[in-house]
Antibody
């Protein structure tokens, strides 16, 4: 069965970086995009971007350009999302989610979420 | 960016009720509109994709429709497990954007 398993909770200081992993199993890793979505406390869902595990192509939400980096390691079917220059506004649960390739995608499988807390 | 205006922001209903939630896009998004259910401490769950297609495993009491610029999620005969927050999502163009969410509470 399809599974996305994320790394554990993180506590970071303002200005630091965090790297969250998302390990995929149960399907052909390179055949689907992986998206990253976050939810800050009391807020809605916010999309950060996606990566194509096939070729490493990324699309980022412009708001996060320069601060977010998505990479993949095909040998272990894992995608990483690194967010730098953290502030308290980045405190959120971060989710990875799979979608088909191409337009009109939808996220039918999600990771369990990783809580990132930014606090001095 | 594509703005998704979702309404209402909150809704109180009883078990057995029929409820509708609406999402309107600021520009044409064809039918690239999805609906998710989100419960505290859990990952969002896809209910409807491409405006009106029921995701495998989602209960048939959930349905989606589109009329002009308005997309609607309908829940027939609310069940106790349906009380959650619902989000629409457009994937017509990046950046992908979500509606603000509709919190559905027990009356």
């Amino acid at each position: 069965q399809v599974q996305l398993v994320q790394s554990g909770a993180e506590v970071k200081k303002p200005g630091a970086s965090v790297k969250v992993s998302c390990k995929a199993s149960g399907y052909t890793f390179t055949a689907y995009y992986i998206h990253w979505v976050r939810q800050a406390p009391g807020q809605g869902l916010e999309w950060l971007g996606w990566i194509s595990p096939n070729n490493g192509v990324t699309i980022y939400e412009q708001k996060f350009q320069g601060r977010v980096t998505m990479t993949r390691d095909t040998s272990i079917s894992t995608v990483y999302m690194e967010l730098s220059k953290l502030t308290s506004d980045d405190t959120a649960v971060y989710y990875c989610a799979r979608s088909r390739v191409g337009s009109g995608y939808y996220n039918e499988y999600w990771g369990q979420g990783t809580l990132v807390t930014v606090s001095s | 960016d594509m703005q998704m205006t979702q309404s209402p922001s909150s809704l109180s209903a009883s078990v057995g009720d029929r409820v509708t939630i609406t999402c309107r896009a600021s520009q044409n998004i064809a039918t690239y509109l999805n609906w998710y259910q989100h419960k505290p401490g859990k990952a969002p769950q896809l209910l409807i994709y491409d405006a009106s297609s029921l995701q495998s495993g989602a209960p048939s009491r959930f349905s989606g429709s589109v009329s002009g610029p308005d997309f609607t999620l309908t829940i027939d005969s609310l069940q106790p497990e349906d009380f959650a927050t619902y989000y629409c999502q457009q994937t017509y163009r990046t950046p992908i954007t979500f509606g603000q969410g509709t919190r559905l509470d027990i009356k």
